[in-house]
């Protein structure tokens, strides 16, 4: 017979994450249903737990030997008649008619009918020569109401939503630590199912699912196999481990015959001692497997030859070492004793034996890369169930942190935590206990699922704004002449719709107060998204067909969804208007959190004058956009901001013939400093800054200083960039006159961010085609679709609890995300989709700071400096005694001290440019502010003084005035059309998009 592998999991645990994955699918069954008792609809769908049972037979195959047969060497089929393990997932079905979603509106609607049916799923295990899959059947519906029309009908809309049959290898090399394709024998699946008292309910919790693998020759009888499918209860491992822990409703179990042990540890150290310099084994190593008083021990004995230790050429030495494995709560421990004997012609004494034999026996057992298998083992009993996974792309391993001590003469403890953290379960899995029997090694653990369920959502409100006009954009700028409107003027009908949206907000359901005890989520993050499945107008309430084909959903998120009507005014037959015909709008809508019907009022018709002053209004805002927003500021413009929104003027100016180091300076009407710069050798100044305009008056002043000790200088020459003289259309005479080109941009706030909690930090990233954003406060990070910035969408949310220690900030390079901070560096990469984070942990140590310039990333930690690449390989480590801040653009590096700055050149790829210093009493931070700066600009702040630095020329601060609102505008991120400013209070941001695309 074969060694086995025996794999237990709670049918709780089953159950809990097949209904993660069925709900997370999209089952839509929008059909009108023609029944006895009138037409139906489905209005909701609910999701009970399901449960295993194990009553229906079928055959399975088990292969067998004769000892005595030489001619059949392949071995025996025999044909077992077994039971079936099924899992149900029940669906509450409820059934409204047309009048009552017409009745109940926004609300729910009442039902009808309200049924029960059940989905099933044959669950087995098949095998070929060397590979063991596990198979997901799905095998039907039952407990269809008995209706004539209704049956088929939910029957083909259901079953289309699952793949018939899907076929899941097990990689048995890794389960078994052999490695490779070891041959199996036989593999077989069978459930021990309780039920209640009475016979009526199963009971998940209390039901247990057994995978058993038999690697190695043939059995030379079936018994027991046949023994596992017919008492399955009797040869479950299920027991209590050496520490006490019993597995509960959550629990699970892993059985591994004694041979994979001690093999696995034969192997290890057979491996170490072939690379030994000093010791040379002399045959090979003797292996024995105890398990005194539930202990897990294996017995090492082997010859071996010692070389040049101990001042003796050769000592041959015969070895014992017990070797005994430990498992207590996510720990998992091995307490190796070296007992060695000389040989009786060698009189030499040498305390040191086992010491040196160590480094080839001990340490090799302890290695995580050698031990990921039981880390593997122990994700199995429940990615084996994972329903549409992929398991042979599962690789879990134990963490480099073992720690071993020499705790006498010859015994070492070593000690390792488990991280569960990368096993692809909705649950988290604990490893508890383990249990030594005399035919193998048992390990125990739980899972717990109270956080990690996602929540589903309902339907919160529902938005209407009734029919109106509404206008066209001209497309380009070419729709938008002389010839368009005069086609206006002449059938403004043409270029019209009559427009009306729904709004459907959706909300998390809410956490019942007895949560803890329910299988259901407390997370805030894991969540169920909710989709629209169909938006129609019925025929019987369209007899003119006006609405039906003009019905569209428009934006979708996981909080909004909008469903808009609209349908060009020349497509509305002039009958619609009159008494008899005229009729509202009625919207059956099908989400994944219930079926409403919404009305909306019928269409005012709008009269020849109205039509031609909307479609006139609309080119005419066109011709604004194309012709004056779209040329370089001019001075003569006088701003008149739309007081219906919060503004932010971006004033970006450029000023030629200056004296090379002479010093320019911004300011507002009441000598407040709001920029300033040094010219370069070509006498140009590039200034920038921030504004809202009540902050400012609208005003603006150049002042060219030429004095050396800041603002207070003598002025020589300054401009009004809101004086009535356009400087670049009539510039001055004379060589004294400096030439300005200023350009105003205008930014409207379009939606804030809020979290709750203090916000950590933020940065963009590239999300497709499109940008988003994520966010880091002290809960976790929060990832956002900001697409449409006045309406962002949370796209994934992931706590950080898990990890030890806090964490400070995010950065970003490209579409990759990093956090930094004391837990060191964690890479998220998003899955929009699926709308989660996978985590892998890039560095341990505690991190100070962290930049990024697009190209690499730059960290700082224990005095000193990381540069990794775009593909997160090291590039070089630079001593930076005392950094703790840092800032970076594509050309320079900015390292800071607590009193100093240094400023390093980026134009060598391989090399770090020192190109001057600068101290800074008291600096806090130092900044590369994407609005204010360039690639040469960064805004340093200290303890008596804020400015900013010209990486270029870094030997003095150029002043910022603390007034006004410029010292929140450092805090301003530009990315593409889009800013995202921290606002003052630390709790919330606000997103600004520019121009014309703000009221899109």
Same mark, same amino acid.
């Given at each position: 017979?074969?060694?086995?592998?025996?794999?237990?999991?709670?049918?709780?645990?089953?159950?809990?994450?097949?209904r993660e994955e069925i709900k997370r699918q999209q089952i839509c069954?929008?059909?009108?249903?023609?029944?006895?008792?009138?037409?139906?609809?489905?209005?909701?769908?609910?999701?009970p737990v399901g449960w295993i049972r194990s009553e229906a037979s079928?055959?399975?195959?088990?292969?067998?030997?004769?000892?005595?047969?030489?001619?059949?060497?392949?071995?025996?089929?025999?044909?077992?008649?077994?039971?079936?393990?099924?899992?149900?997932?029940?669906?509450?079905?409820?059934?409204?008619?047309?009048?009552?979603?017409?009745?109940?509106?926004?609300?729910?609607?009442?039902?009808?009918?309200?049924?029960?049916?059940?989905?099933?799923?044959?669950?087995?295990?098949?095998?070929?020569?060397?590979?063991?899959?596990?198979?997901?059947?799905?095998?039907?519906?039952?407990?269809?109401?008995?209706?004539?029309?209704?049956?088929?009908?939910?029957?083909?809309?259901?079953?289309?939503?699952?793949?018939?049959?899907?076929?899941?290898?097990?990689?048995?090399?890794?389960?078994?630590?052999?490695?490779?394709?070891?041959?199996?024998?036989?593999?077989?699946?069978?459930?021990?199912?309780?039920?209640?008292?009475?016979?009526?309910?199963?009971?998940?919790?209390?039901?247990?699912?057994?995978?058993?693998?038999?690697?190695?020759?043939?059995?030379?009888?079936?018994?027991?196999?046949?023994?596992?499918?017919?008492?399955?209860?009797?040869?479950?491992?299920?027991?209590?481990?050496?520490?006490?822990?019993?597995?509960?409703?959550?629990?699970?179990?892993?059985?591994?015959?004694?041979?994979?042990?001690?093999?696995?540890?034969?192997?290890?150290?057979?491996?170490?001692?072939?690379?030994?310099?000093?010791?040379?084994?002399?045959?090979?190593?003797?292996?024995?497997?105890?398990?005194?008083?539930?202990?897990?021990?294996?017995?090492?004995?082997?010859?071996?030859?010692?070389?040049?230790?101990?001042?003796?050429?050769?000592?041959?030495?015969?070895?014992?070492?017990? /070797?005994?494995?430990?498992?207590?709560?996510?720990?998992?421990?091995?307490?190796?004793?070296?007992?060695?004997?000389?040989?009786?012609?060698?009189?030499?004494?040498?305390?040191?034996?086992?010491?040196?034999?160590?480094?080839?026996?001990?340490?090799?057992?302890?290695?995580?890369?050698?031990?990921?298998?039981?880390?593997?083992?122990?994700?199995?009993?429940?990615?084996?169930?994972?329903?549409?996974?992929?398991?042979?792309?599962?690789?879990?391993?134990?963490?480099?942190?073992?720690?071993?001590?020499?705790?006498?003469?010859?015994?070492?403890?070593?000690?390792?935590?488990?991280?569960?953290?990368?096993?692809?379960?909705?649950?988290?899995?604990?490893?508890?206990?383990?249990?030594?029997?005399?035919?193998?090694?048992?390990?125990?653990?739980? /899972?717990?699922?109270?956080?990690?369920?996602?929540?589903?959502?309902?339907?919160?409100?529902?938005?209407?704004?009734?029919?109106?006009?509404?206008?066209?954009?001209?497309?380009?700028?070419?729709?938008?002449?002389?010839?368009?409107?005069?086609?206006?003027?002449?059938?403004?009908?043409?270029?019209?719709?009559?427009?009306?949206?729904?709004?459907?907000?959706?909300?998390?359901?809410?956490?019942?107060?007895?949560?803890?005890?329910?299988?259901?989520?407390?997370?805030?993050?894991?969540?169920?998204?909710?989709?629209?499945?169909?938006?129609?107008?019925?025929?019987?309430?369209?007899?003119?067909?006006?609405?039906?084909?003009?019905?569209?959903?428009?934006?979708?998120?996981?909080?909004?969804?909008?469903?808009?009507?609209?349908?060009?005014?020349?497509?509305?037959?002039?009958?619609?208007?009159?008494?008899?015909?005229?009729?509202?709008?009625?919207?059956?809508?099908?989400?994944?959190?219930?079926?409403?019907?919404?009305?909306?009022?019928?269409?005012?018709?709008?009269?020849?004058?109205?039509?031609?002053?909307?479609?006139?209004?609309?080119?005419?805002?066109?011709?604004?956009?194309?012709?004056?927003?779209?040329?370089?500021?001019?001075?003569?413009?006088?701003?008149?901001?739309?007081?219906?929104?919060?503004?932010?003027?971006?004033?970006?100016?450029?000023?030629?013939?200056?004296?090379?180091?002479?010093?320019?300076?911004?300011?507002?009407?009441?000598?407040?400093?709001?920029?300033?710069?040094?010219?370069?050798?070509?006498?140009?100044?590039?200034?920038?800054?921030?504004?809202?305009?009540?902050?400012?008056?609208?005003?603006?002043?150049?002042?060219?200083?030429?004095?050396?000790?800041?603002?207070?200088?003598?002025? /020589?020459?300054?401009?009004?960039?809101?004086?009535?003289?356009?400087?670049?259309?009539?510039?001055?005479?004379?060589?004294?006159?400096?030439?300005?080109?200023?350009?105003?941009?205008?930014?409207?706030?379009?939606?804030?961010?809020?979290?709750?909690?203090?916000?950590?930090?933020?940065?963009?990233?590239?999300?497709?085609?499109?940008?988003?954003?994520?966010?880091?406060?002290?809960?976790?990070?929060?990832?956002?679709?900001?697409?449409?910035?006045?309406?962002?969408?949370?796209?994934?949310?992931?706590?950080?609890?898990?990890?030890?220690?806090?964490?400070?900030?995010?950065?970003?390079?490209?579409?990759?995300?990093?956090?930094?901070?004391?837990?060191?560096?964690?890479?998220?990469?998003?899955?929009?989709?699926?709308?989660?984070?996978?985590?892998?942990?890039?560095?341990?140590?505690?991190?100070?700071?962290?930049?990024?310039?697009?190209?690499?990333?730059?960290?700082?930690?224990?005095?000193?400096?990381?540069?990794?690449?775009?593909?997160?390989?090291?590039?070089?480590?630079?001593?930076?005694?005392?950094?703790?801040?840092?800032?970076?653009?594509?050309?320079?590096?900015?390292?800071?001290?607590?009193?100093?700055?240094?400023?390093?050149?980026?134009?060598?790829?391989?090399?770090?440019?020192?190109?001057?210093?600068?101290?800074?009493?008291?600096?806090?931070?130092?900044?590369?502010?994407?609005?204010?700066?360039?690639?040469?600009?960064?805004?340093?702040?200290?303890?008596?003084?804020?400015?900013?630095?010209?990486?270029?020329?870094?030997?003095?601060?150029?002043?910022?005035?603390?007034?006004?609102?410029?010292?929140?505008?450092?805090?301003?991120?530009?990315?593409?059309?889009?800013?995202?400013?921290?606002?003052?209070?630390?709790?919330?941001?606000?997103?600004?998009?520019?121009?014309?695309?703000?009221?899109?």
């Open positions: 017979m074969g060694s086995l592998i025996q794999l237990e999991n709670s049918a709780l645990n089953t159950v809990l994450r097949f069954i929008t059909d009108e249903l023609n029944t006895p008792l009138g037409a139906l609809l489905v209005s909701k769908l609910e999701w079928h055959t399975k195959n088990i292969l067998y030997r004769d000892v005595f047969d030489y001619f059949n060497p392949g071995g025996y089929e025999a044909r077992l008649t077994v039971k079936k393990v099924q899992f149900v997932q029940p669906i509450k079905v409820s059934l409204s008619t047309p009048d009552q979603l017409l009745a109940a509106g926004e609300g729910e609607p009442a039902a009808t009918l309200t049924h029960d049916i059940f989905l099933v799923f044959d669950l087995d295990v098949t095998t070929s020569t060397n590979e063991v899959f596990f198979v997901n059947r799905f095998a039907g519906i039952e407990g269809l109401p008995d209706l004539p029309g209704l049956q088929q009908t939910i029957q083909e809309r259901v079953v289309s939503q699952f793949k018939p049959y899907i076929k899941t290898p097990l990689n048995v090399g890794k389960i078994s630590g052999l490695g490779g394709q070891p041959g199996v024998a036989n593999a077989g699946i069978a459930a021990v199912v309780k039920k209640s008292e009475d016979g009526t309910a199963y009971l998940p919790g209390e039901s247990t699912i057994a995978i058993r693998i038999e690697l190695g020759p043939y059995p030379t009888s079936t018994d027991a196999w046949e023994a596992f499918f017919s008492k399955p209860q009797e040869n479950l491992f299920k027991a209590q481990g050496k520490n006490g822990f019993t597995p509960g409703d959550r629990g699970w179990v892993v059985f591994l015959a004694k041979y994979f042990m001690t093999q696995r540890v034969v192997n290890e150290v057979e491996q170490g001692l072939q690379k030994a310099k000093e010791f040379r084994l002399r045959g090979g190593i003797a292996s024995t497997w105890g398990a005194p008083g539930g202990r897990s021990i294996v017995n090492l004995s082997f010859y071996a030859t010692a070389v040049d230790v101990c001042a003796i050429s050769s000592l041959d030495l015969r070895l014992q070492i017990p /070797v005994e494995f430990l498992i207590k709560p996510d720990t998992f421990q091995q307490h190796i004793k070296v007992n060695y004997w000389k040989s009786d012609s060698d009189t030499a004494v040498c305390a040191a034996i086992a010491s040196l034999v160590w480094p080839y026996v001990g340490v090799k057992l302890v290695e995580f890369e050698q031990m990921d298998w039981l880390g593997y083992i122990a994700s199995l009993p429940f990615s084996t169930f994972v329903f549409l996974s992929v398991l042979n792309n599962i690789n879990p391993q134990i963490p480099s942190t073992s720690k071993c001590q020499q705790t006498s003469k010859d015994e070492f403890l070593c000690t390792a935590d488990f991280d569960m953290n990368d096993i692809p379960t909705e649950g988290r899995p604990h490893v508890m206990d383990s249990l030594g029997r005399d035919d193998g090694f048992v390990i125990l653990g739980d /899972v717990s699922w109270t956080e990690q369920l996602g929540r589903q959502f309902k339907l919160a409100s529902i938005g209407k704004l009734q029919f109106k006009l509404e206008t066209p954009s001209f497309g380009t700028c070419n729709g938008s002449s002389s010839t368009t409107l005069a086609l206006i003027n002449e059938h403004p009908e043409n270029f019209l719709t009559y427009t009306a949206t729904v709004t459907l907000t959706f909300k998390e359901e809410d956490l019942p107060p007895d949560n803890p005890t329910k299988p259901v989520s407390i997370s805030k993050t894991n969540l169920i998204p909710p989709y629209v499945c169909s938006v129609r107008v019925r025929d019987e309430d369209d007899p003119l067909h006006v609405f039906r084909d003009h019905v569209a959903v428009v934006d979708s998120t996981s909080y909004y969804a909008t469903i808009k009507v609209s349908l060009p005014v020349t497509s509305v037959p002039p009958e619609y208007f009159t008494t008899a015909h005229r009729y509202p709008c009625r919207l059956l809508i099908h989400t994944s959190a219930g079926t409403r019907m919404i009305t909306l009022p019928p269409i005012e018709q709008a009269n020849q004058g109205q039509m031609k002053s909307a479609a006139t209004a609309a080119w005419a805002q066109r011709v604004s956009n194309c012709y004056a927003k779209s040329q370089r500021y001019n001075p003569k413009w006088i701003i008149d901001p739309n007081p219906l929104f919060r503004i932010r003027h971006l004033w970006e100016i450029i000023a030629t013939r200056l004296e090379p180091g002479e010093k320019v300076i911004l300011r507002t009407n009441r000598d407040l400093i709001v920029s300033s710069a040094v010219a370069d050798r070509q006498g140009r100044a590039f200034l920038r800054t921030m504004l809202s305009p009540q902050a400012y008056d609208n005003r603006l002043q150049f002042v060219r200083d030429s004095g050396s000790s800041g603002p207070s200088g003598p002025i /020589v020459r300054h401009h009004d960039l809101n004086s009535d003289t356009d400087s670049k259309d009539h510039p001055p005479k004379g060589d004294d006159f400096a030439l300005i080109d200023a350009k105003q941009t205008q930014f409207l706030l379009r939606s804030d961010l809020r979290t709750g909690k203090p916000i950590l930090g933020y940065a963009p990233f590239m999300l497709e085609d499109h940008p988003g954003l994520v966010l880091l406060d002290s809960s976790g990070v929060i990832a956002f679709d900001l697409s449409q910035p006045q309406q962002p969408t949370v796209l994934a949310q992931m706590a950080l609890s898990c990890f030890s220690g806090r964490f400070s900030g995010i950065t970003s390079m490209g579409n990759q995300i990093f956090v930094w901070g004391e837990a060191g560096i964690l890479y998220l990469e998003l899955d929009p989709e699926a709308g989660a984070f996978s985590v892998e942990q890039l560095f341990q140590e505690p991190v100070t700071s962290m930049a990024s310039n697009g190209l690499q990333l730059f960290f700082l930690h224990q005095d000193y400096l990381e540069i990794w690449n775009r593909n997160r390989q090291h590039v070089m480590t630079v001593a930076a005694p005392q950094a703790f801040t840092l800032a970076a653009t594509t050309r320079h590096l900015l390292i800071g001290t607590p009193n100093q700055i240094k400023v390093y050149d980026l134009g060598e790829a391989d090399c770090l440019k020192a190109v001057g210093e600068l101290r800074v009493d008291g600096l806090s931070r130092i900044l590369a502010p994407t609005v204010l700066t360039g690639d040469d600009h960064f805004l340093v702040e200290g303890a008596a003084r804020r400015g900013v630095i010209d990486a270029t020329n870094p030997k003095s601060v150029l002043p910022v005035d603390n007034a006004c609102d410029t010292e929140e505008s450092y805090d301003i991120l530009r990315y593409h059309d889009l800013l995202i400013h921290a606002a003052v209070d630390g709790m919330s941001l606000h997103v600004y998009s520019i121009g014309e695309k703000a009221f899109a």
